[in-house]
């Protein structure tokens, strides 16, 4: 199988609706790492992008929180996000 990179991205919109990157992301998963095998990239990049969603899941405070896995060509494998911007208030008339 041909080389490829895993992506894992991480971040959150905070209550106060600011964005952050979680610290140390966006992680690279190449399999050139890992003995040139694209599955275990992949596997370690999945675990990743797992146990980071398992975290982001016991906070309550956040508007967004948001944890992508793609492949080097941008194709999107795995994506959790949660929360959502509170809609505008309506202008007083």
Known sequence: MARNI??????IIDANGAYHAESG?????????????????????????STVWAGFCTQDTRMIQTVTLSDISGNLI????????????EPNA
């Open 6 to 11: 895993f992506r894992v991205d991480a971040f």
């Open 78 to 89: 795995y994506k959790k996000s949660m929360g959502q911007f509170p809609a505008d208030p």
């Open 25 to 49: 992301y966006p992680k690279n998963f190449d399999s050139k790492n890992y003995g040139d095998d694209v599955d275990k990239a992949l596997k370690r990049a999945d675990g990743d992008a």
